[in-house]
């Protein structure tokens, strides 16, 4: 539910996301918007404070790669998954194709936009070595969903 509230805060998102959002997620999403590196280093901060291993400050994120997850309390194990994010051209959804790439999982990133997920997807397999595929497709429609 949070992330659909910053979706409605994203001006480059043409979903609306949830319309209700609190002032604390405004100033968030102001603060941190288009730098998922800072993003990762709160977490790593508030990962360390509330007494998780976390990954050390300024270990390479390469060094983490077979399971970064782990130091954050929360091990699901993903490295060499395959994972499908919506609204993965921009915003919210390709930082999160990052984070999933960074975990060493292969992204599959899909949107409405082709143009835009082919951009997104040169990002992503620029920083990491993972598989990253595109899906142009409108999923609020029955038959792109099926497709």
Not at 55 to 70: F, L, N, T, W, Y
């Amino acid at each position: 539910m949070k992330l659909q509230n910053f979706r409605s805060l994203d001006p480059d998102n043409e979903a609306t996301g949830l319309t209700k959002g609190s002032q604390a997620e405004r100033e968030l999403w102001e603060q941190f918007m288009g730098q998922p590196e800072a993003v990762l280093r709160e977490a790593r901060s508030v990962a360390e404070r509330a007494g998780g291993a976390g990954p050390k400050h300024g270990q390479d994120m390469r060094e983490e790669q077979s399971d970064v997850s782990e130091g954050y309390g929360w091990n699901m194990q993903l490295a060499g998954k395959r994972v499908l994010v919506t609204g993965g051209s921009k915003g919210i959804g390709l930082a999160c194709g990052e984070a999933f790439a960074t975990v060493g999982c292969d992204v599959v990133l899909a949107s409405r936009d082709a143009a835009a997920l082919a951009a997104a997807a040169d990002k992503v397999r620029a920083k990491r070595q993972v598989r990253v595929e595109t899906l142009a497709a409108d999923l609020s429609q029955d038959s792109e969903r099926e497709r």
